[in-house]
């Protein structure tokens, strides 16, 4: 059985010559605990290419202290983590799959295999307040690390230090920051690692990318590349291949970590998902003159594949929510019979459905095979002659591609009528997308109008979503609608929810009418920088 916890701590680095300050008196600290021993083996589990640890994830079987077991450690908000554990077990050679399966997305089709051995010779303090209630420990360690080689017949490495942990129990924040001070003023140093496992696998991973480079100045107006007295600074130009790949590379990272939101059931994690496969899928569209289209045209086909098997779940689930809330509105004399608890009933059995579906699509090895090819279309990119170009050309050109397929579809819907205007209004929809990400692309290099361009385009996904949302709606007001009347109830509620939904689809259609021109003009405004 799984369980679960928000780990806060901090970690110090301490010479061997260092000694534990008397902590009683910081903060709500009335005195320390006896001093408790313990002797801790872990062993971390991992790829050969150290997937988990580059998301910043680990997964160890420990032995000894009272947390004994399997966790796996999540990054989680404000420096916490949260860690997932579970009984030790019998299994040691291989991780159990329920161990792994939060973190499959990560690992893809490889497995975790031992990569490390840490042993941990632990002096534990604890923080006791004037009911003796633990408020923080403080553990005292003297390190083992074991990095197990990567090529047979080659010698492990090993490491050994000292290191200090103040992990908080019931004490808070401000508790926190005061011990880090004692501890500070007495000769300890916060550590530059953040992880025992980093310390001894750190050399293995890749050097950090390069930050971006600032938006450029453009028409004459300040940006943050500006030296002294207005003169602009020249920042380096990129190619458009590191511009392309570095978006890539990006949103491969939101794409995992919106899979590990999903399988440690956060909220917004299907969300997340969705837009990141959208967001792949149209810079790969957008950029094929810098990534060869024969490569990357079957990852964008699956990529498809994974928001389509996702979209029925969330869709219907947002179509719910909504309509429950509708209803909540409504005059009470307007809402005859049931209505309120049987889309609530409807919610629940579609949620239940939608999770099942979900869950077969992370795990289908079509999903995973899936991860991997990005993982190796980063690893060896499929580059055009292009690629060594410089940015800006390039990107002002995938602006003005999208921007004139937009335009397109834009004249079509407005000479349409009905059904075809409203499928056509749809396509819109999805053509904006691709225009708003090609443009978020673009932003580093061009600054202030591919930003307004992002913006204009982010209204017009608000508006035509707002439309596109109602067609889900009202499928739904009818479907349950149907059900309520064959269970005999009155269903005139579910008629007038479709009613209030069409004029929400107009009104949004109305609005996307007035801000097309200036999408148009943001539009240009970009295309014209290359």
Known sequence: MTSEHIEVERKFEADEGFSLPDLTGVGEVAGVGDPEEQSLEATYYDTPDLRLLRSRVTLRRRTGGADAGWHVKLPGADGARRELHQPVGRAARTAPRAVVAPVLGLLGTAAAEPVATISTRRVVHRLL???????????????????????PGEPATVTTWRELEVELVDGDEALLEAVTERLVAAGARPSAVPSKLRRVLGGRLPAPAAPAPEPAAVDGKAGKGEGKKGRKVKAPVRTAGEV????????????????LAVRTEQPEGVHDLRVACRRLR?????????????????????LQWVGAELSGARDTEVALSHLRELVAAQPVELVLGPVAARLQQTEIKDHQAGASRVTRTLTDRRYLRLLDALDALLADPPVTELAAAPAPAQLADAVRRTGKRLRRIVDAAREAEGAERHHLLHEVRKAAKRVRYTAEVAEAEFGAPATALVDCTKQVQDLLGAAQDTVVTRDVAVRVGRAAFAAGENAWTYGRLHGLEEARAEAAEAGFWTQERDLRRAVKAVASLG
Not at 129 to 149: H, I, K, Q, Y
Not at 246 to 257: C, D, K, P, S, T
Not at 284 to 295: K, P, T, Y
């Open 244 to 259: 392309v790949l570095g978006a890539v590379a990006g949103q491969l990272q939101a794409l995992r970590n919106a899979d």
């Open 129 to 151: 307040d004037e009911g003796s209630r633990v408020l923080a420990e403080v553990a005292d360690d003297a390190v083992v690390g074991t990095a197990f080689a990567t090529d």
């Open 282 to 302: 149209s810079i790969l569209a957008a950029f094929r003159s810098v990534l060869d289209r024969e490569h990357t045209d079957p990852l964008r086909a699956e």
